[in-house]
């Protein structure tokens, strides 16, 4: 059986603390939806943060919702560089010994003390999907990417759970060097 799936590009982005966002934007400042994002309940938000490194800033970096219990900061290993620190590769939430950096939002900034991460390249499967390919949560696994620049991407965790939709994802620098384009599918290989 052939396990297709569906491979998404994830841009740098933030994700806030409930305090972090009250320090940023207000006190009861919400996050407003700007579009939803493939995985349930998940959205790009209105919001913007610049993000500012030791060398560099970027500036207008997105914001996921909804709001998270720890603040986190996604990059690409590119980002991290051009920032002037160093992205651990981890697991979304996995940021005890990361890096720290500081957000400037329109009502104030933030220092964080860790949170910086270039997230793993992760495959989310809904637990029907999962057992119908014989996978398991937290699994790892290689997919093959077919193309102009055929890769093959190992050490690819498997994320189960029945809020999720079936979708891998990568960041921009991943998505780069293997060409790829929207709607782009990747194989599951055994």
């Not at 030791?54 to 991290?80: F, M, W």
């Not at 990417?145 to 055929?150: K, L, Q, T």
Request: glycine fraction near 8%; hydrophobic fraction near 40%; include cysteine.
């Amino acid at each position: 059986m052939e396990k297709k799936i569906l491979i998404e590009t994830s841009a740098r982005h933030v994700h806030l603390s409930r305090e972090d966002m009250d320090v940023l934007f207000g006190k009861g400042a919400e996050l407003t939806v700007k579009k939803d994002l493939s995985q349930p309940g998940q959205y790009i938000s209105h919001e913007r943060v610049d993000v500012v490194g030791p060398k560099k800033t970027i500036a207008s970096v997105g914001i996921i919702g909804p709001l998270r219990p720890h603040t986190q900061v996604e990059v690409s290993l590119t980002d991290a560089r051009t920032l002037g620190v160093t992205a651990a590769v981890r697991e979304s939430g996995k940021t005890d010994g990361t890096e720290g950096i500081k957000l400037v939002g329109p009502a104030g900034e933030v220092e964080l003390v860790d949170g910086v991460i270039a997230a793993k390249r992760h495959i989310h499967l809904v637990p029907e999907t999962a057992a119908q390919w014989g996978l398991e949560n937290g699994q790892n696994v290689c997919v093959k990417v077919e193309g102009e620049r055929s890769l093959i991407f190992d050490e690819v965790v498997v994320r189960i759970s029945d809020k999720f939709a079936d979708a891998m994802h990568i960041d921009t620098d991943e998505a780069n060097a293997a060409a790829l384009i929207p709607n782009s599918y990747g194989t599951i290989l055994d």
